[in-house]
């Protein structure tokens, strides 16, 4: 059985049918990008799925769980965590006390003085950060890392909860094209060392068609192909929706898979 299965899920705003009826299943260990042209209804399936959207109508089973009807905090300790940004009222914080601040989040233990939560799981903290290459940099602001590291400890936050799942809303966005390979290649790395699931939406080809397992894409609400890079590149429903969009499929050069 996978991991996750989405069946039949919906969303309208008003007049507006966001999503209209998809379903796909993520098994774990799979990396799975979400693509479409803009206004393909994207955010609102990842945010049916992690809970901060509630579907009109279907199902989302996590090990066979419903989490239609969950709030999303429920459904982050179930095991669906999600990348943090890290809000700029963090940024003063050190890399390590942001890890740390995302432990004692999981386990309800916000204190009042922050000075107690400095010695609470600094080590499970540092190690999370050993996974992402940013032990070296605890001890530094996080105000005074380069992006492509902000990204790292943010990745770093959403492991906090062991997920089975982690979803990536464009987890590339704004980077520089080595960072982005550098962010994918450690994202995939982690999904085989931990067995974990990820789902994440990009507008970036050249990262989707490098590091994804799978691809599901999206057109008007509607799920039009699913499967690898090869088949969706093919395939000609997709060529069509991105038809004078500007974005190409021609395999990217020059990239580490
Ligand atoms: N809160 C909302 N209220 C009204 N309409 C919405 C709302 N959120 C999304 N929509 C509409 O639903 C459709 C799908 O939007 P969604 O943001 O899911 O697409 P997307 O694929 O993530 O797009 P983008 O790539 O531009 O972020 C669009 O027509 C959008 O205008």
């Known amino acids: 059985m996978s991991l996750l299965q ?11 049918q966001a999503v209209a009826g998809i379903s796909f299943d993520v098994a774990a260990g799979e990396l799975l990008a979400l693509i479409g042209p803009n206004g393909a209804g994207k955010s609102t399936t ?5 809970g901060q959207l509630a579907a009109s109508s279907g199902s989302v089973k996590l090990d066979g769980h419903e989490l239609v009807g969950m709030r999303p905090r429920d ?15 963090f940024a003063s914080l050190t890399v390590v006390e942001n890890v740390q ?19 609470e799981y600094r080590s499970e903290a540092m190690e ?5 290459g940013m032990a070296a940099q605890a001890d530094r602001p996080c105000s005074e890392l380069a992006y492509g590291d902000v990204k790292r400890v943010e990745l770093a936050m959403g492991l906090a909860n ?9 987890p590339t966005a704004g980077m520089a094209p080595q960072e982005r390979n550098d962010l994918m290649a450690l994202t995939k790395r982690l999904v085989v060392d931990r067995g974990m699931a990820v789902l994440f939406t990009e507008h970036s080809m050249d990262v989707v068609f490098a590091y994804a397992d799978r691809m599901i894409v999206l057109a008007r609400g509607k799920l039009i192909a699913e499967g690898s890079a ?28």
């Open 128 to 132: 999370l950060l050993a996974q992402v």
């Open 230 to 257: 090869q088949e969706i590149r093919n395939h000609p429903k997709v060529q069509e929706v991105y038809f004078g969009s500007g974005k190409t499929f021609e395999k990217p050069t020059g990239v580490a898979a």
């Open 162 to 170: 062991d997920p089975k799942l982690l979803l990536m809303d464009e």
């Open 6 to 16: 989405v069946r039949n899920i919906s969303k309208s705003f008003g007049g507006v």
């Open 101 to 119: 601040m995302a432990l004692l989040s999981h386990r309800s233990r916000i204190y009042s003085w922050f000075s107690r939560a400095a010695n």
């Open 75 to 89: 459904i982050w300790r179930l095991g669906v965590g999600r990348t943090f940004q890290i809000a700029a009222t």
């Open 46 to 50: 990842f945010n049916m799925v992690g």
